[in-house]
């Protein structure tokens, strides 16, 4: 039997959690909450090393971290915020272990408040699965360009680079349960799996043309 041993607590959110990622060789966790802010910890030590904060942003709902596998270059990794007014923000990794919001990019991907529910991201297409809280799902690829900023305090140049949405597909809201999981899975990662809260629908589609291949119903809501 696998056991599990605590090895602290992560200190320092203002209000519930609402969202927990980690970096693809979890270095870090990533914790979004009501507060409005995403505290970057180191895994070892359990130190905050930065907080990402935009006052657009309202309540954090979900965090997903972006990477190419295999990897096309050093540091070629972003952190995707979505929140409760229904956008997203692609925050790039420096060459550091530091964030740029001088880098964001932000993308309406949602009308206002109807919030990014749940999200999930596939590393070997770089492509980015979102569903409201309304219930409409849409598919983006990922594009990711050469950038460069200078150094915030030190004037001393950084190299980042800049992240692109492409939406690939829609499927319009059905407004009959709140989406509460969705993921990549399957050979090459070609099928989305869909949970939804109320009815216990579980649902699997085509990630490259959005069909629904089945969908089954658990015995109870989730």
Not at 60 to 74: H, K, M, N, Q
Request: include cysteine; charge should be neutral; hydrophobic fraction near 40%.
């Amino acid at each position: 039997t696998s056991e599990y041993t605590p090895r602290g607590t992560l200190k320092g959110s203002k209000g519930p959690i609402s969202a927990i990622t980690f970096t693809k060789d979890v270095d870090l966790v990533f914790i979004g909450s009501d507060d409005g802010h995403v505290r970057i910890y180191s895994v070892k030590d359990l130190a905050v090393i930065q907080v990402l904060h935009d006052k657009a942003w309202g309540k954090i709902t979900a965090l997903s971290y972006v990477w190419a596998e295999p990897p096309v270059g050093d540091k070629d990794e972003s952190l995707c915020v979505g929140n409760i007014r229904g956008s997203v923000a692609l925050i790039p990794r420096a060459q550091t272990s530091w964030f740029s919001q001088k880098a964001l990019r932000a993308y309406d991907t949602f009308p206002f408040n109807d919030s990014v529910a749940v999200q999930a991201y596939d590393p070997m297409n770089k492509r980015l699965a979102l569903a409201s809280h309304g219930g409409t799902i849409k598919l983006y690829s990922v594009a990711t360009t050469g950038g460069f900023t200078s150094g915030l305090t030190t004037g001393i140049p950084t190299q980042y680079h800049i992240v692109d949405l492409t939406e690939l597909w829609t499927i319009r809201s059905t407004a009959d349960a709140i989406p509460i999981g969705l993921k990549f899975f399957g050979g090459g990662n070609q099928s989305i799996i869909l949970h939804k809260i109320e009815t216990g629908e579980m649902s699997c589609l085509d990630a490259q043309t959005s069909d629904q291949l089945w969908q089954k119903h658990m015995g109870c809501a989730m």
